[in-house]
């Protein structure tokens, strides 16, 4: 028999893995939330939608969390109709949000209280690839969880990292993300330059990508720097903000060096302030150029 899954957040990402789910034939449940993608597709293929995580917990092998961050991972688990107010004993649950490393262990703590099981398993890559099941997964859990909870996974994603123990992934998903989002706040900045110096945007992109400045970061931002067109990198930019947020906190722990990761999540800032936390990250290119008054 097919487990039974259900699935927290239903947003851009969240909507690419629930219809993957349903595609492989798992039954499907997704909480009801207005943050959600529209849900007639997922309807279609047999979903059910539940009022609070526990009602979507109570007769699930499986709970997926797709969500924005730490609190609403930490409310969607713990609150008055928490998932774990319904959790089944022996269920699993799958944080595949972007989290701090201190509450996942408090989180997985909280699950295995409850007798559930947990793993973080979160994501890179864009909805396209959500959408199209080829996301990738680092995953934070122990040996026999992680072969149990693997072929689910593959549902939905191309690569399975097994990075660790619970944790590990959310570590793992913001040393990766301090990468990603700093060197294309690194583009977008040397883009804005370049168009103020009077560099065509054309001749700035064949010169980076024949050089040092080619990878993803500049094939991400290619479409926006030419063409302005920001759908080739779908992600908000308070989300970019929380993320360094997160790495920095996680630096700041450890005692690791972050200078860099300080002065990247500021220029993230500078995007929200003269943008809005729901300006995407490839208008920093020309956010950039603007001048405070």
Same mark, same amino acid.
């Given at each position: 028999?097919?487990?039974?899954?259900?699935?927290?957040?239903?947003?851009?990402?969240?909507?690419?893995?629930?219809?993957?789910?349903?595609?492989?034939?798992?039954?499907?449940?997704?909480?009801?939330?207005?943050?959600?993608?529209?849900?007639?597709?997922?309807?279609?293929?047999?979903?059910?939608?539940?009022?609070?995580?526990?009602?979507?917990?109570?007769?699930?092998?499986?709970?997926?969390?797709?969500?924005?961050?730490?609190?609403?991972?930490?409310?969607?688990?713990?609150?008055?109709?928490?998932?774990?107010?319904?959790?089944?004993?022996?269920?699993?649950?799958?944080?595949?949000?972007? $989290?701090?490393?201190?509450?996942?262990?408090?989180?997985?703590?909280?699950?295995?209280?409850?007798?559930?099981?947990?793993?973080?398993?979160?994501?890179?890559?864009?909805?396209?690839?959500?959408?199209?099941?080829?996301?990738?997964?680092?995953?934070?859990?122990?040996?026999?969880?992680?072969?149990?909870?693997?072929?689910?996974?593959?549902?939905?994603?191309?690569?399975? $990292?097994?990075?660790?123990?619970?944790?590990?992934?959310?570590?793992?998903?913001?040393?990766?993300?301090?990468?990603?989002?700093?060197?294309?706040?690194?583009?977008?900045?040397?883009? $804005?330059?370049?168009?103020?110096?009077?560099?065509?945007?054309?001749?700035?992109?064949?010169?980076?990508?024949?050089?040092?400045?080619?990878?993803?970061?500049?094939?991400?931002?290619?479409?926006?720097?030419?063409?302005?067109?920001?759908?080739?990198?779908?992600?908000?930019?308070?989300?970019?903000?929380?993320?360094?947020?997160?790495?920095?906190?996680?630096?700041?722990?450890?005692?690791?060096?972050?200078?860099?990761?300080?002065?990247?999540?500021?220029?993230?800032?500078?995007?929200?302030?003269?943008?809005?936390?729901?300006?995407?990250?490839?208008?920093?290119?020309?956010?950039?150029?603007?001048?405070?008054?």
């Amino acid at each position: 028999m097919k487990q039974r899954i259900g699935i927290v957040g239903v947003g851009l990402m969240g909507h690419g893995i629930a219809r993957n789910v349903a595609k492989h034939g798992h039954p499907l449940a997704v909480l009801d939330h207005p943050g959600n993608q529209p849900l007639d597709e997922l309807r279609a293929m047999g979903a059910e939608v539940r009022a609070t995580p526990a009602a979507l917990a109570a007769d699930r092998d499986v709970v997926i969390l797709c969500v924005t961050g730490t609190p609403e991972v930490e409310a969607v688990l713990t609150g008055p109709d928490g998932v774990l107010k319904g959790l089944r004993r022996g269920a699993v649950v799958i944080d595949c949000s972007t $989290a701090v490393p201190d509450s996942t262990l408090r989180m997985a703590k909280a699950v295995t209280g409850a007798g559930g099981r947990f793993a973080d398993a979160p994501m890179t890559r864009t909805p396209k690839h959500a959408h199209e099941g080829t996301l990738n997964l680092l995953v934070g859990a122990d040996d026999a969880l992680f072969a149990e909870i693997r072929p689910l996974l593959a549902c939905f994603a191309e690569n399975i $990292a097994h990075v660790g123990p619970v944790g590990a992934g959310h570590r793992m998903k913001l040393v990766h993300n301090y990468v990603s989002l700093g060197t294309v706040a690194l583009v977008a900045e040397a883009a $804005a330059l370049a168009r103020q110096a009077g560099i065509a945007p054309e001749v700035l992109v064949d010169v980076l990508a024949k050089g040092g400045g080619y990878g993803a970061a500049l094939d991400r931002l290619k479409p926006y720097m030419i063409a302005r067109d920001p759908s080739n990198l779908q992600f908000f930019m308070a989300n970019a903000v929380k993320d360094m947020s997160y790495y920095g906190e996680m630096a700041g722990c450890s005692g690791a060096a972050h200078a860099i990761a300080d002065a990247v999540l500021a220029t993230y800032g500078v995007g929200v302030e003269r943008g809005g936390p729901k300006a995407l990250v490839p208008e920093l290119v020309t956010l950039l150029e603007a001048r405070p008054r």
